[in-house]
């Protein structure tokens, strides 16, 4: 205690001088000693608060290289398991320059839960948005999940074992029964939060699709045959980015049935949560009773069976902490206006075959097409926005409307499909058109601008254009009846060349060989001695000299006369005819020329 008294009036220092005379006067070690007079000036009031270090908080690692570290971290995980460890990922990132300081993992640790940057804070999903639905049936959501069976060869269902021969650690197994998975397709009504379920071979293919929404809209009857809720046309159908779902003739299906289709993100799959815990209820409360089966009993059909049996049990007796009421009770509070009775299974089975049917637009801006029970009849297309004449369009049965069609168009700017309704055309006498104008008798009009004549008339303004702007259709008409070239003074056709041309570098001519090749020489067509004069004697006529012959028999006998030797021989025929000139000029006084 004396020694804690004399430290708190010692300066900074000349503690240890202090500790030391402690130590040896008691027989301990200075550092007993130290403690022994610490714990004397907190029992005394004496002890001082630790001075904050000046670095504290400061840290030999940047923020942007824990960032580095978490970065890494984050993105090296798989199937929700942390791949690489702490300290190996810290001396990775150092070791390439990415990290100028290594500390040890736990200090590295502790920065990153101090900044929130711990791998478990960055795995975290983004908030989301609750969202509500105004009525019942106004949203289902539909979900399809592999089952825990699989059909074998010879047609049983066996289920996928968890520590068997079909799993993931075996791919090469699990490939063998892929095509034979039992699919499980669960569908949801949002508001009520019914559930409904079906089993399905094949995989997740289209038909297996429209095959569960078509089950789902039709009512269906409990084993005492009494009618069951949750059933009707939806008015919307959120599902994932499944091709099944997203398929030509699935989304036909929807337009066809005036049901709104929406997709949730890639990789966001709460989206859609209803339905993805949906599946697990279902996988839970259901599949895990079918190991108690034997294998052999198993069928689809049989499956299915429970699975409704299932489906009526749970909606019609858990209730639902939202609502506080069962399911089947909250979906039977769904008012008449919004439950529209789906048609027939065998009708709605045959839309799909249908539907999303190409056409091509004829001249007459008409499409054909053939409802079955209808006949073929013969669309009018001319107040369709959009459509032009070649244009390929879609054509759909319109379920509530028929022999009315659905016509598809592409819209250009969204690339989405816009549905019109359209009646077929009234045919009169002779399988005329009733309301077609009489030939010889009635005036009409020119059919309404196509799109394709707008764009083609505007180019055709600009091709022709005049200095004042714009040509006129009557301007456009007389310079296409002139022969005038289109773009005729806006743009020179060679100006790239030239400028290509102009751009050329200057290049080093090289000093080159002269070449050995000689030109071929050709000899000239030789003629006899007889045909050589009939040619002489047609150029000289009176003038020709018969001794030609002998001459030219003597000159060149049998081996011929060259051709081009008798024009030589004519013109000095002709000119030893001429008569020598008289000499003439000045003459020397008594003297010679």
């Not at 041309?501 to 007889?530: C, D, F, K, N, W």
């Amino acid at each position: 205690m004396n020694a804690a008294h004399e430290l708190a009036a010692t300066e900074h220092g000349s503690r240890g001088a202090v500790v030391a005379r402690v130590a040896e006067g008691l027989g301990l070690s200075p550092g007993r000693a130290s403690t022994l007079i610490t714990q004397a000036q907190k029992s005394l009031g004496l002890a001082t608060a630790r001075k904050r270090r000046s670095d504290a908080g400061e840290s030999a690692i940047t923020d942007a290289e824990l960032e580095t570290i978490a970065g890494a971290i984050l993105h090296d995980r798989r199937a929700g398991k942390w791949m690489i460890p702490l300290q190996d990922t810290i001396d990775m990132l150092h070791a390439g320059g990415k990290i100028a300081t290594r500390l040890s993992a736990s200090r590295v640790g502790c920065l990153l839960r101090e900044r929130g940057m711990q791998g478990r804070s960055l795995a975290a999903p983004t908030p989301h948005v609750r969202m509500r639905t105004e009525h019942v049936n106004a949203v289902w959501q539909i979900d399809a999940s592999v089952c825990v069976l699989y059909k074998t060869p010879k047609g049983e269902l066996l289920l996928l074992e968890e520590d068997g021969v079909h799993y993931k650690n075996k791919p090469d197994n699990l490939k063998r029964v892929m095509d034979q998975l039992l699919v499980r397709f669960v569908g949801t009504e949002h508001a009520s939060n019914a559930i409904a379920v079906r089993f399905y071979s094949g995989g997740e293919t289209t038909e297996n699709a429209l095959d569960f929404l078509m089950w789902m809209m039709t009512q269906r009857n409990d084993a005492a045959g009494q009618s069951m809720p949750l059933h009707g046309v939806p008015y919307m159908l959120y599902t994932d980015q499944g091709g099944c779902f997203k398929s030509a003739a699935f989304r036909n299906f929807c337009g066809a049935m005036d049901i709104r289709q929406q997709w949730h993100a890639p990789r966001n799959s709460r989206a859609t949560g209803q339905a993805e815990v949906s599946q697990n209820i279902t996988e839970r409360g259901l599949e895990s009773r079918l190991r108690f089966l034997d294998p052999a009993t198993i069928t689809v059909a049989r499956l299915n069976a429970m699975g409704e049996l299932w489906m009526h049990s749970r909606n019609g007796t858990r209730k639902h902490s939202r609502h506080g009421m069962t399911p089947y009770a909250a979906w039977s509070t769904i008012g008449t206006e919004h439950l529209r009775v789906a048609p027939d299974m065998d009708i709605m089975r045959e839309l799909p075959v249908s539907l999303a049917q190409p056409r091509q637009v004829s001249g007459g801006m008409t499409v054909s097409f053939a409802v079955k029970g209808q006949g073929r009849r013969d669309y009018d297309l001319r107040y369709v926005p959009g459509v032009s004449i070649r244009d390929k369009v879609l054509v759909a049965v319109n379920p509530f409307a028929a022999p009315a069609v659905r016509v598809g168009v592409t819209d250009r700017e969204t690339g989405e499909i816009v549905w019109h309704q359209v009646e077929p055309v009234k045919e009169g006498w002779m399988g005329y058109a009733a309301d077609a104008p009489v030939l010889g008798k009635d005036d009409y009009k020119a059919m309404p601008a196509t799109p394709v004549d707008e764009r083609r008339a505007r180019i055709a303004a600009q091709a022709f254009a005049a200095p004042g702007g714009p040509a006129t259709p009557a301007q456009v008409k007389a310079a296409q009846k002139a022969g005038a070239a289109p773009y005729a003074g806006q743009f020179d056709p060679f100006a790239d060349i030239k400028a290509k041309a102009a751009s050329l570098p200057a290049y080093l001519q090289r000093p080159g060989v002269p070449h050995a090749a000689a030109a071929t020489i050709v000899e000239p067509m030789r003629l006899s001695v007889a045909e050589a004069c009939k040619r002489m004697r047609l150029a000289l006529g009176d003038d020709y000299d018969p001794a030609t012959y002998a001459w030219l028999t003597e000159r060149y006998g049998d081996a011929g006369v060259p051709e081009d030797v008798v024009p030589g021989l004519v013109a000095a025929r002709r000119q030893a005819l001429i008569p020598a000139q008289t000499k003439g000029g000045l003459r020397a006084v008594g003297g010679a020329l």
